[in-house]
C-alpha cells in the first residue's frame, strides 16, 4: 500500500530564518505531487505540483520553493521567512492519469 | 476562471438525521468529483468520488450528481457527532492533474 510521509508536523520559526520541509511518499512510482497552504480558517492553495523529477510548476509568486530531486521526495524551501508565511503546510500525491489526492498529515508553520 | 463554491456554514445537524452538503461548479467539462473530510487540525480525508457517468453510495455517504444545474451534493445518513467536520468538495477535468478546491463547508452535529 501507498503512504506519505511529511515531517515536521509542527514548527516555529522567526521571521527571516530559512524554511525545509520534507515529503516523501512509498509504494508507488512517478507519483503527481503537490504542496498545499491552508490559512487558519480557510481553503486551500496550491503552491507547487511536479509530474516528475526536476519538473515543478508554481502557482503562486512568492518567496517560496519547490524541488523533486527524487522521484518519491519532494521538498518545499523559503531563503527568508515572512510573517504571511504561517499556516498549515499539505503534501500531496496522486497516481498520474489519475485524479484522487492522498494527504499527507501536514505541517502546521507559524512564522514568529 | 474554474470555481467551486460551497456554502461555509456552519451547518448544525441533529444526531440522527440526514446532513446534506452542496456544492457548485462553474465547469461543464468537470469529469470527476471528490468529497474530503477535514477534521480541526487534520490534514483532509478523502470519503466519496464519483465520476461524471453516475451517483455512488457507500455505506451512510451518498455522493449525487447533478450535471444540469453543475451541483455535486454529499448526503450523511444517521448523522453522528463523529461526522462533524469541515467538509470539502473539489472537482477535475479528465486533462487536467489539478483539482479545484471549494472553501468547505462546516458540520456540526448536535447530540
Known amino acids: 500500500s501507498q503512504t506519505i510521509h511529511q515531517w515536521p508536523a509542527t514548527l516555529v520559526q522567526p521571521v527571516g530564518s530559512p524554511l525545509s520541509l520534507e515529503c516523501t511518499v512509498e509504494g508507488t512510482s512517478n507519483p503527481n505531487l503537490y504542496w498545499y497552504r491552508q490559512a487558519a480558517g480557510r481553503g486551500l492553495q496550491l503552491l507547487f505540483y511536479?509530474?516528475?523529477?526536476?519538473?515543478i510548476s508554481s502557482e503562486v509568486p512568492q518567496n517560496l520553493s519547490a524541488s523533486r530531486p527524487q522521484d518519491r521526495q519532494f521538498i518545499l524551501s523559503s531563503k527568508k521567512l515572512l510573517l504571511s508565511d504561517s499556516g498549515f503546510y499539505l503534501c500531496a500525491w496522486s497516481r498520474q492519469g489519475a485524479s484522487g489526492y492522498t494527504f499527507g498529515s501536514g505541517t502546521r508553520l507559524t512564522v514568529v | 476562471q474554474k470555481e467551486v463554491e460551497q456554502n461555509s456554514g456552519p451547518l448544525s445537524v441533529p444526531e440522527g438525521a440526514i446532513a446534506s452538503l452542496n456544492c457548485t461548479y462553474s465547469d461543464r467539462g468537470s469529469q470527476s468529483f471528490f468529497w474530503y473530510r477535514q477534521y480541526s487540525g487534520k490534514s483532509p480525508e478523502l470519503i466519496m468520488f464519483?465520476?461524471s457517468n453516475g451517483d455512488k453510495e457507500d455505506g451512510r455517504f451518498t455522493a449525487q450528481l447533478n450535471k444540469a444545474s453543475q451541483y455535486v451534493s454529499l448526503l450523511i445518513r444517521d448523522s453522528q457527532p463523529s461526522d462533524s467536520a469541515t467538509y470539502l468538495c473539489a472537482v477535475n477535468e479528465d486533462s487536467n492533474y489539478q483539482l479545484i478546491w471549494g472553501a468547505g463547508t462546516k458540520l456540526i452535529i448536535k447530540p
Open positions: 511536479s509530474v516528475g523529477i526536476g519538473q
Open positions: 464519483i465520476y
